[in-house]
T-cell receptor, first 113, second 116 residues
Framework: GDSVTQMEGPVTLSEEAFLTINCTYT??????LFWYVQYPGEGLQLLLK?????DKGSNKGFEATYRKETTSFHLEKGSVQVSDSAVYFC????????????FGQGTRLTINP | DAGVIQSPRHEVTEMGQEVTLRCKPI?????LFWYRQTMMRGLELLIY????????DSGMPEDRFSAKMPNASFSTLKIQPSEPRDSAVYFC??????????????FGPGTRLTVT
């Protein structure tokens, strides 16, 4: 079945450092790909998405490019802030109209001032 | 908008006891989802409802788990009897319904369940 694999955490960086969180997927079709973020004490929120190969999703300085050839959707940010400390989840859905999301295990990110 | 509301936020119970988790979706949303998050298995979809009807319960782990949605504004996830391996964070999410984009799910803050 479909699956998502994320780099294991926790990840700890200093403020203004460059961030990469790796995500790879396995799917039978052509999924849509997502990054969700969970801030402390809150539910998951959609951060960005890409629906087809070579699409780049971006939001709040974060970016991720849908790479079909490497089945990857790595999350990047050029300069992280303390407020970016959260848990990040990579996810896929086989069909834009479908209701199922398949999530990775999440990566906890801590940014130190 | 109050968002998706879950209660309790934390639950500690002894093995063998019945546990009931509650969820109030966003008003006007027609689909509701229950997820479970564990270190071993990550975030898994347990069941989802559309218009109060269960559509897919293939993720429900076993008969000890049951979910109901008696009306559009309330759902429960019940575990009876509970076991230590049920310890996890349980999330509820809601969306406008079938036909909407899958990313338009709004998550509650979760219930952290500990079974001793």
């Amino acid at each position: 079945g479909d699956s998502v694999t994320q780099m294991e955490g926790p990840v700890t960086l200093s403020e203004e450092a460059f961030l990469t969180i790796n995500c790879t997927y396995t799917a039978t079709g052509y999924p849509s790909l997502f990054w969700y973020v969970q801030y402390p004490g809150e539910g998951l929120q959609l951060l960005l998405k890409a629906t087809k190969a070579d699409d780049k999703g971006s939001n709040k300085g974060f970016e991720a490019t849908y790479r079909k050839e490497t089945t990857s959707f790595h999350l990047e940010k050029g300069s992280v802030q303390v407020s970016d400390s959260a848990v990040y989840f990579c996810a896929l859905s086989e069909d834009q109209g479908a209701q199922k999301l398949v999530f990775g295990q999440g990566t906890r990110l801590t940014i130190n001032p | 908008d109050a968002g998706v509301i879950q209660s309790p936020r934390h639950e500690v119970t002894e093995m063998g006891q019945e546990v009931t988790l509650r969820c109030k979706p966003i008003s006007g949303h027609n689909s509701l989802f229950w997820y479970r998050q564990t270190m071993m298995r990550g975030l898994e979809l347990l069941i989802y409802f559309n218009n109060n009807v269960p559509i897919d319960d293939s993720g429900m782990p076993e008969d000890r788990f049951s979910a109901k949605m008696p009306n559009a504004s309330f759902s429960t996830l019940k575990i009876q009897p509970s076991e230590p391996r049920d310890s996890a964070v349980y999330f509820c999410a809601s969306s406008l319904g079938v036909g909407t984009r899958v990313d338009e799910q709004y998550f509650g803050p979760g219930t952290r369940l500990t079974v001793t």
